[in-house]
Structures are given as structure tokens and as C-alpha cells.
């Protein structure tokens, strides 16, 4: 039996925030390569993972990039509605990563830190979605193992 769109949108919206953490953690690792790109990537990553789980939700959600405000539509009940905290810094990379302006360049320490941030944020909507009846195998985990899906 095929499973319901939202669900492999779900696990499309994983994927992409699963690349962008491992984008951003590969960027960290070149010298060659701002942190700033890599604080961008990160807060991908974690938009990304939030949205996933809103869209498990069916919960409609503004295309924004400020992650507390995506969060707070999540169920209270819900992990990730309370953790990791401190989710506006990461939020500031969405643009500060991406345009000059008056605030100082990222460093290194920055993106070690929006990465582990990013890294929580993914692991913890993952296990909300599983604790909530996600299961990792459906929609694209499943095409990417190289399983054919059945309707």
C-alpha cells in the first residue's frame, strides 16, 4: 500500500535537511571556505527538519525563516517545541550568512555551534516524528534503499 503524500513529502523535507547538515559539516571541515556558508547550511538543515515535522502535521506553515516561530506551531507535546532553546541565533544565519552587512564575519566556533544546534534540531524532530508514528522506512527512505514502493 502506497503511504499518504504527506508522509514521503516528510521524509523528502528529511532528506534535504539531512544533505544541508552534511553540506554544512563538510564546508566546516575546508579552509578554503567562509564558516559563514556553513552557519547558512546549518540553518537549513534545522528549518528543513522543523518543517518536516509540520508537514507530517499537515500543519500549514508560513514560508519563513525564523525557526521559533515555526516551532511554536508544533503540538506541545512535541519535543522539539521546547529543545534545543536558543533557536533565534541560528535563525540570524538565514540571512546574515548570505549578505555583507555591519555585523562581523562568522568564525569558526559560530558554525561549530549552529551545526551542533542543527544537529538537535534534526535528531529531535526525528525522534518526535518516529515517537508519533513516522517510520523512517516509508516515502523516500525507502526509495533511496532502492526499495520499490507497492500500491
Request: glycine share 6%; charged share 35%; hydrophobic share 35%.
Amino acid at each position: 500500500m502506497s503511504e499518504p503524500e504527506h508522509v514521503r513529502e516528510t521524509g523528502r523535507w528529511l532528506r534535504f535537511a539531512h544533505d544541508d547538515q552534511r553540506g554544512a559539516e563538510a564546508l566546516l571541515e575546508r579552509d578554503d571556505v567562509p564558516p559563514r556558508l556553513a552557519c547558512f547550511l546549518a540553518q537549513q538543515a534545522a528549518e528543513k527538519s522543523i518543517k518536516a515535522a509540520l508537514i507530517f502535521l499537515q500543519t500549514e506553515f508560513p514560508f519563513r525563516h525564523d525557526l521559533d516561530l515555526l516551532r511554536d506551531l508544533l503540538p506541545d507535546d512535541w519535543a522539539l517545541k521546547e529543545t534545543p532553546t536558543g533557536l533565534g541565533a541560528l535563525s540570524a544565519w538565514a540571512a546574515r550568512g548570505r549578505y555583507p552587512g555591519d555585523l562581523p564575519e562568522a568564525t569558526r566556533e559560530d558554525a561549530k555551534a549552529a551545526i551542533e544546534k542543527a544537529r538537535k534540531v534534526y535528531e529531535t524532530a526525528l525522534a518526535d516524528l518516529e515517537e508519533h508514528g513516522y517510520d523512517q522506512t516509508d516515502g523516500e527512505s525507502r526509495a533511496e534503499a532502492g526499495e520499490e514502493e507497492t500500491s
